[in-house]
């Protein structure tokens, strides 16, 4: 199990959320095909995907990019392994 400890450090919150069992069937297939290890990985990745469309908020990346690029960039990182 993931050290809560290790969490602290890294600054990482634990957060609990209702999903339709749709979506989590989707994203367990997502793990389940390696594209993802976790469904926590894959939900992450989301909420990233997310900042990045609404409002460009990652270090690093450009306040405005198009969801077409973010598509784009998004298939290119998640190929499966």
Request: no cysteine; aromatic share 4%.
């Given at each position: 199990m993931?050290?809560?400890?290790?969490?602290?450090c890294?600054?990482?919150?634990?957060i609990?959320l209702?999903?339709?069992?749709r979506?989590?069937e989707?994203v367990?297939e997502?793990?389940?095909?390696?594209?993802?290890?976790?469904?926590?990985?894959?939900?992450?990745?989301?909420?990233?995907?997310?900042l990045?469309?609404?409002?460009?908020?990652l270090?690093g990346?450009p306040?405005?990019v198009?969801n077409d690029?973010?598509w784009?960039e998004?298939l290119?990182e998640?190929?499966p392994r």
């Open positions: 993931y050290d809560t400890r290790i969490a602290k890294l600054g990482v919150k634990t609990s209702r999903m339709p069992d979506i989590l989707e367990d997502l793990v389940k095909q390696g594209v993802y290890a976790s469904r926590t990985e894959a939900i992450r990745e989301g909420a990233r995907l997310l990045r469309a609404q409002i460009g908020s270090p990346k306040v405005e198009s690029d973010l784009t998004f290119r998640k190929k």
